[in-house]
């Protein structure tokens, strides 16, 4: 059985950092994209960050460019997150996500929530002024 769980988030103060990780067990990675999301209450859940398994590539929005950084190692078992220069727009449920579908992923790119198959539970990040 596939499982994603990421680690406790926690409340942070603007300009602050956080580092956040997936812990991914029942499936190695190779050939996939793995991403992180996350989503405010009311609001739908918004892909910002995007790595593949085992090339060298990486994509971030535009909100978070130059502040995150999204990483993989552990042959496709660990997903990471660092979090720098922290906003209060940045509170929200961060979500492990890993499995990229290919038609999806040509259809919609790699930041549509429907292209990945498995998902973490989710955890909570808030920053505070």
């Not at 660092?82 to 940045?90: A, F, G, T, V």
């Amino acid at each position: 059985q596939i499982q994603l769980k990421e680690s406790a988030g926690g409340s942070v103060q603007v300009g602050g950092s956080l580092r956040l990780s997936c812990s991914i067990t029942g499936y190695t990675f190779v050939n996939d994209y793995m991403a992180w999301f996350r989503q405010v209450p009311g609001q739908e859940r918004e892909g910002f960050a995007v790595v593949h398994a085992y090339r060298d590539y990486r994509n971030y929005a535009d909100s978070v460019k130059g502040r995150f950084t999204i990483s993989v190692d552990g042959g496709g078992n660990s997903l990471h997150l660092q979090l720098n220069s922290l906003k209060p727009e940045d509170t929200a449920m961060y979500y492990c996500a890993a499995g990229s579908k290919r038609g999806p992923l040509a259809r919609l790119g790699d930041m549509a929530e429907s292209v990945y198959e498995f998902w973490g539970q989710g955890t909570q990040v808030t920053v505070s002024s």
